[in-house]
Every structure is written in structure tokens, then in C-alpha cells.
């Protein structure tokens, strides 16, 4: 079984910088994408970032300029830096892996990290 464990969270004063990390473990043939997503109560959760494999990354509008996510492929981490962050950043933000599990089977699942909390206040 895959495991996302997420870390980085916490509380920021706006225009401050956190960094997200995101490490997966378990069995696995490859991770086809690595991203982040987040969630505001009362709000759906939205896409804030995704990396796939080959390297191209795509980012939500609102935070283009500010964040940027990274992979590190030998330790199947994810990282979101977030900088000059605003009160509309606040959230839980959940790391998400699309992976493929045999080599034999190209079928993909998703997985879900637990989450962490992100608030941007003063």
C-alpha cells in the first residue's frame, strides 16, 4: 500500500514563505504525477500545483509567480514553496500521486496525503 505523508504546515503572516514537502513510500513501479491540491472550508478543493514525471508543471492562476513545486525522484518527494502568501492561501492543502503499481498493469491510482493545515494571518 502507497502512503503520502505530508509536512511544512503551520501559520505564516501574509507576504511570509512556507515550504511544503510531501514523501511517498510504499510499493510502486513508477509515480506518473506529483502535485498539491487544497481545500478552504465552505470552497471545493482546487488544484494549486502538479508535476509530472517528465518534468512540466502546471499551476492555478491565482498562485502563479509565487509558488513554485519541485520533485526530488530518488526520495519520491514533492515540494510546494509558497512565497509572498496571502489570507486567500489559507487551507488544508493535500499532496496528491498518480501511480502506476506493476509494471504489467498500466492502470494508475490515485492517492491522497492526510493533509495540512495552512493559515495566513496576522
Known amino acids: 500500500q502507497v502512503q503520502l505523508v505530508e509536512s511544512g504546515g503551520g501559520l505564516v503572516q501574509p507576504g511570509g514563505s512556507l515550504r511544503l514537502s510531501c514523501a511517498a513510500s510504499g510499493s510502486m513501479f513508477s509515480i506518473n504525477a506529483m502535485g498539491w491540491y487544497r481545500q478552504a472550508p465552505g470552497k471545493q478543493r482546487e488544484l494549486v500545483a502538479l508535476i509530472a514525471s517528465g518534468g512540466s508543471t502546471d499551476y492555478q492562476d491565482s498562485v502563479k509567480g509565487r509558488f513554485t513545486i519541485s520533485r526530488d525522484g530518488a526520495k519520491n518527494t514533492v515540494y510546494l514553496q509558497m512565497n509572498r502568501l496571502k489570507p486567500e492561501d489559507t487551507a488544508v492543502y493535500f499532496c496528491?500521486?498518480?501511480?502506476?503499481?506493476?509494471?504489467?498493469?498500466?492502470?494508475?491510482?490515485?492517492?491522497w496525503g492526510q493533509g495540512t493545515q495552512v493559515t495566513v494571518s496576522s
Open positions: 496528491y500521486a498518480e501511480i502506476q503499481a506493476k509494471s504489467y498493469d498500466s492502470g494508475t491510482t490515485a492517492y
